[in-house]
């Protein structure tokens, strides 16, 4: 079964927010297999929203339209809505209490705009939004179910979660969507592609293949779709055993999609150990990064963000001898601030990061892109230099996936003498 989505805003279109709405929407319908064809951003404009359904309903059995329901003038997706299933707007008395209740809690009082949100086609099944005040619809015309949701995030996962894959599931016989992704460090795209040429040329006619590159890693998406999970299960393991049969076990970072904060997080918990991190250039992006999961007090130690080498000098210890001689962006500077910061916190693990992330800054020997990253235990220390281009960006994402990939080589080979 296909599916498209419609996203409406004119702050899509221009920038202002970043469209996450779609990619929960198509991960979630994936997993009950229905298969997103098309995802379409239009402005609040009558015409554009109404052309787009027109559109979509051809190509597709299942539309859903994310925004447009707020109280405001320019939020005009339930008219464009009731005009495109030949009905009209009406009181909805259920949910007007519902927005009044909501309202009394905050301590507010109910207005025309307010009450103008219970307002919905007469025709539409309601979807009662336990999150705020308007509510999601489903319309069904011409054998195409067009669903309607909030376009604020919280508010449409709760829709979804509570409304729609629950009548999805019950209404529609979908057939079954299996991905696998092998994420792979250290390759440049081209290069494993070629690699992988007569592999991917081999592969089962309902089995696709998807690079999916970005911070140093390549995503390998495989995707499979069949009646049987079983069957498929099995074909796809067939194909990863090859797969991993072609590219060296120390270049696989995950057979899951697990992601690499995820790995250390793991690893550092089952070996009782912790880690405490130095940053330079990544500006605290690693330290972000590790206490994204939940639990990482048991692991991660703290961070200094030394930025300029009096920090450098006064918090980390590092010799002003050696800055003088070697400079900031340095092997010798980054040896000893992932040796002094892991000492300081007391932890196993100090990890280090000192360089140029640009675009400014560089020297004719040391351009903008030359970073020094350092991995510090009690036994052992290990140093990378790194060659990256011009976008600071990029710069600070590589750096940081060098970093922990660093960090896990040498947890790994610790563990396995101990």
Not at 53 to 61: F, H, N
Not at 100 to 115: E, H, P, Q, T
Not at 179 to 201: C, D, F, K, M
Not at 232 to 248: G, R
Request: charged share 20%; with cysteine.
């Amino acid at each position: 079964m296909k599916a498209e989505i419609i996203t409406i805003g004119d702050e899509l279109l221009i920038g202002q927010v970043i469209d996450s709405n779609s990619a929960f929407i198509a991960h979630e319908l994936n997993k009950i297999g229905i298969a997103v064809c098309q995802i379409t951003s239009v402005s609040d404009c009558r015409s554009h929203i109404l052309s787009s359904l027109k559109e979509a309903s051809v190509r597709a059995k299942l539309v859903i339209v994310t925004g447009g329901l707020g109280p405001t003038n320019d939020d005009v997706t339930k008219s464009v809505l009731a005009e495109f299933t030949d009905d009209h707007l009406t009181t909805h008395d259920e949910t007007l209490y519902h927005i009044a209740d909501m309202m009394s809690v905050r301590g507010l009082s109910m207005n025309s705009l307010n009450k103008k949100q219970a307002e919905l086609p007469s025709r539409c099944v309601v979807l009662r939004n336990n999150c705020g005040t308007a509510p999601g619809m489903w319309f069904e015309k011409d054998g195409v179910v067009l669903i309607s949701l909030p376009g604020v995030p919280f508010e449409m996962k709760t829709i979804m979660q509570e409304e729609v894959l629950p009548r999805l599931r019950k209404q529609f016989i979908c057939g079954n969507i299996l991905h696998r992704t092998i994420s792979v460090y250290g390759i440049p795209e081209s290069e494993l592609a070629l690699q992988l040429e007569s592999w991917e040329n081999s592969l089962p006619h309902n089995i696709r293949l998807a690079y999916l590159p970005g911070g140093g890693f390549i995503r390998l998406r495989l995707s499979i779709s069949g009646s049987s999970i079983q069957d498929m299960t099995a074909k796809t393991e067939k194909e990863i055993e090859k797969l991993k049969s072609i590219i060296p076990p120390y270049q696989i970072l995950s057979e899951t999609d697990e992601l690499i904060e995820e790995i250390i997080a793991r690893i550092l918990t089952e070996n009782r150990q912790t880690v405490a991190i130095a940053e330079s250039c990544t500006g605290g992006n690693i330290a972000s990064l590790l206490t994204t999961i939940s639990g990482s007090s048991a692991y991660f130690k703290g961070s200094v963000v030394a930025y300029s080498n009096e920090v450098k000098e006064k918090i980390l210890y590092v010799d002003p001898s050696c800055l003088q001689k070697y400079g900031a962006v340095s092997e010798e500077t980054a040896m000893q601030m992932a040796t002094n910061v892991r000492q300081l916190m007391n932890a196993d693990y100090g990890v280090a990061t000192t360089g140029i992330a640009g675009p400014t800054g560089g020297t004719p020997n040391k351009p903008v892109g030359t970073i020094w990253i350092a991995v510090s235990s009690k036994s052992i220390i290990e140093t990378r230099l790194l060659k990256f281009g011009n976008n600071r960006e990029n710069n600070i994402q590589r750096t940081t996936n060098a970093a922990l990939m660093l960090l896990k080589k040498i947890v790994l080979e610790i563990a396995k003498i101990r």
